[in-house]
Structures are given as C-alpha cells and as structure tokens.
C-alpha cells in the first residue's frame, strides 16, 4: 500500500514533465517557423506562387537584373495596409531572386529624408505619397540591366493581383531595349483633349493608352492618313466613322504587308456624343463594310444584341437598380478556351454591341473569341433608346449565340482589286496623289485581325474606378476589358509569353448558383410580365371596339361595358402583380438560404472537423490503455 501514493506521484511528475517538454517543443518550433520564409499558396489559380511563364522568362534572362526596392521601412507613421503589402512585395522579389539562380539580385534601399538614398529615389522617378504628419513614404522598383532600366513609380496595392505580371514584364523589357511600335487610328479622343482648345475641357489619355506607353511605342496615327509607317507594328482602329477611300486603302495596305490589326466597330457608341449640344443627339455608329467584305466578315450597323441571360446591373435616375440585356456582361463560359487572348479572362462588359458573322463565301479562318448566351437576339439600334421594359417585353429569343469579338486569320486580298483610289483635280483629271509605293494585291503570309463590335468597352468609366488617396490616383479593375487590350497587343506583336501571368487574376468569384437563381427568377418574371402586357393590350382593343359601338348620344364618358372590362383588368394586374412579388419573394428566400447554408458550412464545419478528431483521437488512446 505504501507504494501506491508513490506511484501516483510518479505518474504525476512524469505527466508535468511531459507538459513541459510538449510546452517547450511547441516554443521552439514557432521560434523555428519566425525564421522560415515558408508560403502554402492555396488560391485556386496560384496567383501567389511564380508562374511557368514566369520561371521560363527567368531562365532565358541573359543579361544579369538587378531589382531595387526603394521602401521608408523606417518611417513609423506608415500606414499599416501600406507595410503588410511592402512585407508582401518583398517576399516575392525573394521569390524572383530564388528562381533567377544568380541571375536576378535584390537590392533594399530606405529612403529616408535629405539621405543619398532618397537623391536616388528622385533620380529615378520614384512618386512619394505624403501622409497627413508630412512625410513622404516611397514604396517602388527599379528595374536595371545593363544599360537599360524601367521603373515602377508607386507599388499600387490595388494592383496586388497583378505584382506578377507587372514585375516580371519590366524583367522582360530591361533584357532589350528595342519597343515595338502601335500605331492608334481612332475618330474618339483617346489620346486626351489637350487644354489650349477652347470649345472642350481638357481631359487625360485613356487608361488603355496609358497603360500600352508602359510596353510599346505608341503612334497616333491620323485618320486622313494616306500611308501608315513601316515601323509600326500593329495597327488598332476605333471606331471608325466616316473614314475616307484614302483611309481606307492605308490600312488595307498595311494589312497586306503582313501585319496585324484590332477593329473595334461600334452600331451604338455611346460615349461618341458632340460636347455642349442640349437636347437627345443619336449615338453614332461605325463600320469597315468595304474592308470587312475582302476580310470575308460582315456586321450589321443597323442592328445591336440583347443578351437576357447575361445583363449589366445599372442604377438608374432614381436609384433603381435594373438589370440591363443591352449593356453585355460576358462571362467566361462564353469565351473561347483555346485562343490565349481570352482562354484565362473572365468577365468582359459591352455597353450596348453589335453582331460580326463570317460571310457565306469566305475562305479565310473565323474564330469567335467572346459571344453572347443563346438567350440573345438582335434588335434594331433605335430601339436601345426604348428602355429595359420595352425591349423585355418584345424580345424574342434567337436560340443561338452571337459573336461579339472575332480572330480572323488569312491570307487576304485587297478591297481595292481597281487600284489605289483616285482623287480629281481643278481640271477634273483622275490622279492618285497621296498614295504612296507600289500596290499590295495579296498578302504573302497570314495576317491576324481581331474585330471587336463595341468601341464603348475602351473607355476608363467602364472597366475601372479611380480613387485618390494622399494625393495619389488609386486604380481598381472591375473586369477584364484593359486585359483583353493588353492580351491581343501581346499576341499580335509576338510576346504572348506574358499572357500567362496576366490572366491569372481574378477580381470577383460570383455565386454561379445565385447567378441560375436570378435568371430562372426573371424568366419567370418576364413571362408575367408579357402576360400582363398581353391583357393590357386585349383590355385597350376591347375599350375601343366598345368606343365605336357607344350611341353619339350618351352623355356618359364611360360606358358599363368599359368599367367592367377595366375592372376585369385592374383584378388581373393586381393578380399578376401578386404573383411578381411572390417571385421575388421567393428569389429573396432562396438566396438567403443558400447564404445561411453557407454561413453555417463556413462557421462549424471546421470546429465540426476538429472535434471528430479529437474524439477519434481520445478513443484511440483509450483502446491503447485498455490494451495495457
């Protein structure tokens, strides 16, 4: 008997000290793991771990890159969002150093005040934001190899998505220093309104324009050209409206050459409205007919898509928000999985598109990048000023989809088999004055055209919000339009390499469940809809037929025939209305399950998981002890 208390305070000694050595290895393994660099990306597309396209342009890096990364760690007013994505940065630089295997070399620089470090900064163009207390915080790169360098001013945090593609393209770019040349055709001011004209406010470059200056040379090329310089590249036209034979045969020149080309047409544009004219002005409309016929293409500029299963959510005038069929919110299941320029996009918005078909005839390749669902149809433009419940109510669905963006590929022939237009002059003789070099009747290797029915899509309002903060432009993408731009340039002037990178960002992961629910939802809203719509126009029919038949003598402005056939009508609206709200009724009720479904899912599955383990675990070592 003596020896139990013994043991019992054995048993005791040997459980604390088993507590404290589990403390103390617990300890030492987070001591440990503070020391490691140890990332688990685990995002579905990778969008924190290098890329293959990106480990593939680092192992052909040829001349040595050194990235310096010019960060105020020192300054203890930093704004706690700016020093968690810095600390992020500078991990994947170290990312970018372990794959370059020597190649690639890192450099810290802290650019406090009147310090040779921040001298440097200035040099090399860094953009400092000044906080309220006064001091200036820097967080850019340099990119430097050999004599060449390209800079990245400010390390937009709204841009976090797209640190890859934006580090390893000024990679790129420092290993030559050679730019290709775009040269931009448009009738829309894409290169900005410049101050000294007085008839318009002045007004910045585009973003997209912006944006292509980082990679390219960019040309703005006149649209009365007579001939497009060698030099350029590729060649992007939009909107063009109302451009001359001269025009016209500059680009179907240039095609020839064995260059390539994006079209972006317009049946609707809405963003192409004269300045300071009162009053409802047509939107314009524009097309290539002349040149899109030797493309073996053609589109309708009188007609423009509704797509009912892919509407743009607008806030109209009076704070509704409706879900618009004419504005064409894309969605990647309708994009072509096989082209890279739109395999890895996923949302593209069109405000108000036209329709490209291959022409019966044709011999050359058409391949649709982007098109509409099958729950689509095509209406007359004028129509689009009608608004949303006019055009539901008169749709009639197509049963096919419709494209909305082309690759054409092919060794075309000229629009002009007569020769170079001709110009009269004061004797009234034919001449071809302005038309330079011997004529092109047949391109000698394939040429690429991207044709695209929406020239809308360009403008900054629909694809990105800016917002200034301590005096800096933040940007933020809402979908792919700038990626779709900066994805046909990169394939059509042969650095598709980088597409990779680029197209691994996501901005939004949509409920495609929410998405089948809201569309069942306003189809069966929409067949209500056109029900009640029917009964008003049978009840109106009926109120006339009842109007010819009244005797001119009756003094009664209404008859008892109509005030039954109106009070039959009023007991049907209200009917139907009832059964609308019962819809959404319902749709509310489905989302919101689905919400708390997932809320519980997200809440107790892991305390669930945990739990079962820990009782699998505790029964575990009770079958042991009892084995003992």
């Not at 404290?20 to 030492?28: A, E, G, S």
């Not at 420092?174 to 730019?179: G, H, I, P, Y």
């Not at 980082?214 to 063009?240: A, E």
């Not at 340039?489 to 939004?508: A, K, M």
Request: charged letters at 30%.
């Amino acid at each position: 008997m003596a020896g139990t208390p013994r043991k019992d305070l054995q048993k005791r000694l040997t459980s604390l000290v088993g507590l404290v050595i589990v403390f103390v290895i617990i300890i030492l393994i987070n001591v440990l793991l503070s020391f490691a660099n140890v990332r688990w990306d685990v995002t579905e597309d990778h969008i924190y771990s290098l890329s293959p396209e990106t480990q593939k342009i680092l192992a052909s890096v040829s001349v040595p890159v050194t990235i310096k990364f010019f960060y105020s760690r020192s300054n203890k007013n930093l704004p706690n969002e700016l020093k968690l994505y810095a600390r992020r940065v500078r991990e994947f630089l170290t990312e970018y150093q372990r794959a370059g295997k020597g190649k690639i070399r890192v450099q810290d620089f802290d650019p406090r005040p009147d310090t040779d470090e921040e001298d440097w900064a200035q040099r090399y163009g860094l953009k400092p934001i000044e906080l309220r207390s006064g001091d200036k915080i820097y967080c850019g790169l340099v990119f430097a190899a050999a004599d060449q360098e390209e800079v990245i001013p400010f390390v937009d945090p709204a841009r976090e998505e797209l640190l890859e593609y934006d580090i390893t393209r000024n990679i790129s770019r420092v290993q030559s220093a050679k730019k290709k040349t775009i040269g931009i055709m448009s009738t829309l001011p894409v290169f900005g309104v410049p101050t000294n004209r007085a008839t318009q406010m002045p007004s910045p470059p585009w973003l997209f324009v912006s944006e292509l200056k980082k990679t390219y040379k960019v040309k703005n090329i006149s649209i009365s050209t007579t001939k497009i310089d060698d030099d350029v590249d590729l060649l992007i036209i939009i909107h063009p409206k109302n451009l001359g034979e001269k025009a016209l045969y500059a680009i179907d020149q240039f095609v020839l050459s064995g260059k390539n080309a994006i079209v972006f047409v317009d049946p609707y544009c809405i963003i192409d409205r004269p300045q300071r004219v009162s009053g409802f002005v047509p939107p314009s409309w524009s097309n290539l007919e002349r040149l899109f016929k030797a493309w073996g293409v053609k589109m309708d500029p009188s007609k423009v898509v509704v797509d009912m299963d892919q509407p743009t959510a607008l806030r109209t005038m009076d704070n509704r928000i409706i879900r618009n069929p004419l504005w064409i919110t894309a969605r990647h299941e309708t994009f072509s999985k096989v082209d890279v320029v739109t395999s890895k996009l996923h949302k593209l918005l069109f405000p108000i598109a036209g329709a490209l078909e291959k022409d019966a005839g044709s011999k050359y390749g058409f391949e649709p990048l982007v098109q509409t669902s099958k729950d689509a149809a095509l209406i007359e433009s004028f129509k689009a000023s009608f608004g949303v419940e006019a055009i539901r109510r008169e749709f009639s669905r197509a049963s096919r989809p419709f494209t909305l963006i082309a690759r054409i590929t092919g060794k075309f022939k000229t629009a002009f088999p007569s020769g170079p237009p001709t110009q009269k002059d004061g004797k009234g003789k034919a001449s071809k004055a302005g038309v330079k070099g011997a004529q092109i009747r047949e391109a000698s290797k394939e040429c690429n055209i991207i044709a695209v029915c929406d020239a809308d899509m360009l403008a900054d309002k629909f694809y990105v919000q800016k917002q200034s903060v301590l005096g800096l432009v933040f940007t933020k993408m809402f979908n792919d339009n700038l990626n779709f731009v900066s994805n046909a340039c990169e394939v059509l002037t042969g650095s598709d390499i980088l597409i990779g990178i680029r197209s691994r960002s996501r901005y939004e992961r949509p409920f495609t469940k929410v998405l089948e629910l809201e569309r069942r939802a306003r189809q069966r809203w929409l067949s209500k809809e056109q029900e009640l719509a029917r009964q008003a126009e049978e009840t109106n029919q009926k109120l006339r037929e009842l109007e010819k038949q009244k005797d001119p003598s009756q003094k009664v402005l209404i008859s008892p025939e109509q005030r039954r056939e109106i009070a039959k009508f009023r007991d049907r609206r209200r009917r139907i209305n009832k059964e609308l709200r019962e819809v959404r009724k319902n749709l509310r009720a489905d989302i919101d399950t689905l919400g708390m479904r997932l809320k519980a899912i997200n809440i107790f599955l892991m305390p669930l998981c945990v739990a079962i383990a820990g009782i699998v675990f505790a029964f575990y070592r009770k079958r042991r002890t009892w084995r003992k």
